[in-house]
């Protein structure tokens, strides 16, 4: 029952609906006992002899109003009950949705995406099943039972009533036992139920890879191993839940076969009228909801405890990130690096170190260097995904930690090499940071993304569903449609994280002279493998291991002869070759 206490803060919150369901219950506990109460008086009324019509007409009116009474106080109190757990549910994703809002990319690693998955969908539905059934459970389970024995004690045979619940106490103990199991068995389907998402969710993300190499076959065994494990997991959970109600029934059959043997012993002593054990066996009956209450409460309580427990561990997880900046506005897109040193959580290798780098306001800062060297690395310490004591990076003459990180990534658009897109429109993808946007405005920013012409050219134009993920879309207009997202985005920085690798060397250079001409004072950071697109940057580095091996604008760097110059010398061969031998 420690899952009722973890919840106690939502039941505070909702204490008021969660009272009137309760007194609603108790109303109906209490007018449900007078029908059994009027039955053994007509039996035994009928038994003597002096039953007359108008006696038998007022009581059986009686038990229909009571009737349609108990029906419009239990829709009220489902009404009142399911609408608060239906809240929490909804409360719980919202938590779950801000908690990952604020979450690094190491977090991400530690939990993969089927995994959050199952945590925000079944996880989320036991805890709010719990909050519902199992408060109904609970409080009307208790409820009958206790007044229905407080009826069977003082109102009817007290001896009679402890020997019909002398079977009780081994069924306690045997629920007790059951429990633990479950709960045992419950989290580790859910663990399966997670897996399975996560093999899920990553065959239809890359099933052009899957297809492109015909692992078909293969990904369909290993989909099927780990289905049959979630199935065998949930089996196990079904094996324990099933031992639920064998036990409650054979409890029941105990007790009535106790109660009719031991009642007809007492009538047959002159203790008891025919009428008194009719009522007594009635009300025994309305002991049976007790006892499957209590049985399907344990169930519910020990999935509930279980997917809570999973999802406290999601939600306990604390930011890597601190946000405790007070600054939400940049006046200057000024940019300096000052880098010691750098790794990433977890990993002692050093990924950057001794970097001092600045990007004045409204210039172009070009990165480059090889594979591995560290250049998405230092985009994103600009953006805040990491923080390092032996990294000091300002913004418009304040350092990052000064700055709400919601402020801070609202005045910096970042065009990745691997962009995604919403299985949406290609307006709508475009103005993901602008909703509001007009056409005129969506199409400016496809111009200068040199994109407008290909989405024209389609059936719907810009009212085009792209598929998730933009499966319909080549990999350059996947990119150009990301860089004009970013473009009507509107902010003092722009970063192009090797935002060009998907689109020809023609199409680089219209995008690029379009971009010269829109940015205004806007800061640029360009982060490259091909060179020609920081050819008339203001200021260009070279990263090779995590260092800054050279640094100065694009003549500049030629004239070193170092590392730059070889590879322009090889990109600008490699161009020539190309468009004599398309």
């Known amino acids: 029952m420690n899952i009722f206490i973890k919840l106690r803060w939502y039941f505070q919150q909702q204490w008021r609906r969660y009272l009137l369901a309760v007194l609603i219950l108790c109303a109906i506990s209490v007018i449900a006992m007078v029908p059994p109460w009027l039955t053994g008086g007509i039996v035994d009324a009928a038994s003597e002899g002096s039953l007359t019509g108008d006696q038998l007409f007022m009581q059986v009116s009686i038990m229909i109003a009571i009737g349609f009474a108990a029906y419009g106080l239990r829709y009220l109190w489902r009404m009142l009950l399911y609408h608060a757990s239906f809240q929490l549910a909804a409360v719980l994703r919202q938590k779950i949705y801000q908690h990952l809002m604020l979450m690094a990319p190491d977090f991400f690693q530690q939990y993969r995406t089927g995994d959050m998955m199952a945590r925000a969908t079944n996880d989320i539905n036991a805890v709010e099943m719990t909050a519902g059934d199992g408060v109904l459970a609970m409080v009307d389970g208790v409820l009958t039972a206790v007044v229905v024995l407080s009826i069977l004690l003082f ?100 007790s009535f076969f ?130 390092h004591s032996g990294v000091n990076i300002i913004l418009g003459g304040h350092a990052l930690e000064d700055y709400r990180l919601a402020g801070l990534r609202q005045h910096i658009a970042v065009v990745p090499q691997d962009p995604f897109l919403f299985s949406t429109t290609i307006a709508e993808n475009i103005t993901f940071a602008q909703p509001h946007a007009s056409l005129q405005a969506i199409r400016q920013a496809a111009r200068v993304a040199d994109i407008d012409q290909d989405i024209m050219a389609f059936s719907d134009q810009y009212q085009t569903l792209v598929g998730e993920r933009g499966i319909t879309l080549s990999g350059g207009q996947k990119q150009r449609l990301a860089i004009a997202r970013a473009i009507l985005c509107d902010a003092p920085i722009l970063v192009m994280d090797d935002a060009l690798s998907a689109v020809d060397v023609e199409t680089e250079k219209h995008i690029l002279h379009a971009l010269r001409q829109y940015r205004r004072d806007r800061t640029l950071i360009v982060v490259c493998h091909r060179l020609s697109a920081v050819r008339d940057a203001d200021h260009i580095i070279v990263l090779q291991a995590g260092r800054m091996t050279e640094s100065g604008n694009h003549v500049s760097l030629l004239q070193q002869q170092g590392w730059y110059a070889q590879m322009f010398n090889y990109q600008q061969i490699e161009q020539h070759i190309t468009e004599d031998y398309p």
């Open 155 to 254: 109102l009817l045979n007290w001896q009679l009533t402890f020997m019909a619940l002398l079977p009780w106490p081994f069924l306690s103990y045997y629920m007790w036992r059951i429990g633990k199991q479950l709960h045992q068995a419950f989290g580790e389907a859910q663990a399966c139920f997670s897996q399975l998402n996560d093999v899920v969710q990553e065959n239809m993300g890359a099933i052009r890879v899957v297809k492109g190499f015909g692992q078909e076959a293969h990904q369909q065994a290993h989909f099927a191993a780990i289905a049959a494990q979630a199935t065998a997991a949930n089996l196990r959970v079904a094996h324990i839940d099933a031992k639920y109600d064998p036990a409650i029934s054979l409890t029941i059959g105990l």
């Open 258 to 387: 106790i109660t009719v043997a031991g009642g007809a012993w007492y009538i047959h002593q002159g203790v008891m009228s025919v009428g008194e054990l009719t009522s007594f066996t009635i009300y025994l009956g309305y002991m049976i909801w007790p006892m499957f209450a209590v049985g399907w409460l344990l169930n519910i309580v020990e999935r509930g405890s279980a997917a809570y427990a999973r999802i406290e561990q999601l939600l306990a997880t604390p930011p890597s990130i601190e946000d405790k900046g007070e600054l939400t506005t940049i006046k200057n897109a000024q940019v300096i690096w000052q880098v010691k040193q750098f790794n990433y959580p977890g990993n002692e290798q050093q990924v950057l170190q001794d970097i001092n780098v600045t990007v004045g306001h409204g210039g172009t800062l070009g990165i480059v260097g090889p594979v591995g060297a560290g250049k998405t690395s230092l985009v994103q310490l600009l953006l805040r995904c990491y923080q």
